[in-house]
């Protein structure tokens, strides 16, 4: 049993390694990404505003593409990234919660009813 723990967790370990390798030519530095974007759209549309002849041959839509699709992964990095520090923390509040809720019910609560003679 322990040849066979080890040769997964070896494995895993190289596919860690491999998924890192992965991620940063995919991706690479995110916000640096998006920022050189924003720059590149900043400079197209100075060249379109000073009627360069150059801005005819510049894909604007493509860049735009680029930029919306970046925005999309760092959306999606920062969900995933929530949501594992949800799952590994907790819900911290729990106690707070739960609390309140008991609180209520006991405001809530009907002890008793009294009758009107009227």
Known sequence: MG????????????IKEELKVWNKEV???L???????VKEINEVEGLIASDDIVAGLVDKDGIQQRFWEQ???KE????QKS????VKDGDANTRYFHASIKGR???????SLKKDDA
């Open 105 to 111: 019910r006991r405001k809530n609560q009907i002890v």
């Open 83 to 86: 949501r594992m520090r949800w």
């Open 3 to 14: 040849k066979k723990a080890y040769v997964i967790k070896e494995k895993l370990k190289r």
């Open 71 to 73: 925005l999309h992964y």
């Open 27 to 29: 991706f690479g530095a």
């Open 31 to 37: 916000d640096l990404n998006i920022e050189k974007t």
């Open 76 to 79: 999606s990095l920062l969900k």
